[in-house]
């Protein structure tokens, strides 16, 4: 594809990324089914602006996981960079505003990453499109109890 080709899908993913973003808020995600998809909001690591991405989550204890799989893709979706580099955030999960801490999983992944692969298969099937080790992201919630998420890991 050209880079033409390539400034157009990324404006059209952009496209659909946000219209589904704001349709799951405007509806507290009942548009989802009520499934396990989150809005994550994040930083641009280098442009700094706000954006809204749909991603699928998983629980772990009161905490959140993210898989950077991009469907199998060789690069990690830009969020994942974006969190890594500004990772105090905030989900909306089906209406509720959570303040969260995005940390790699680190030691844990391949536990975690086991653990989501159970629960939706198409994860593992996203390992054998690409050699990238594909990260998994824990959000710990914010809260009087754990006003140092770090801890709560």
């Known amino acids: 594809m050209g880079r033409e080709g390539r400034i157009m899908g990324n404006f059209f993913m952009r496209l659909f990324t946000g219209i ?5 808020k405007a509806t507290g995600g009942r548009f989802f089914g ?7 909001t994040h930083r641009g690591a280098k442009s700094g602006r706000v954006r809204d991405t749909p991603v699928m989550s ?4 009161d905490n959140y996981m993210v898989v950077a799989s991009a ?20 989900i909306n999960d089906h209406g ?19 653990k989501v692969v159970a629960e939706d298969p198409r994860f593992g099937e996203y390992t054998k499109k690409t050699d ?15 006003p140092d998420a770090s801890s709560a890991t």
Request: hydrophobic residues 40%; glycine residues 10%; without cysteine.
């Open 20 to 24: 589904h973003a704001r349709l799951y």
């Open 34 to 40: 009520g499934g396990s998809v989150i809005v994550l």
């Open 58 to 61: 998983f629980r772990d204890g």
């Open 71 to 90: 469907g199998g893709s060789d690069k990690h979706p830009g969020w994942y960079h974006n969190l890594i580099a500004n990772p105090e955030t905030v």
């Open 96 to 114: 509720q505003e959570i303040t969260v801490k995005a940390i790699d999983a680190g030691a844990r992944r391949d536990e975690l990453f086991e």
């Open 132 to 146: 990238r080790v594909i990260p998994v992201v824990l959000l710990v919630p914010r809260s009087p109890a754990y």
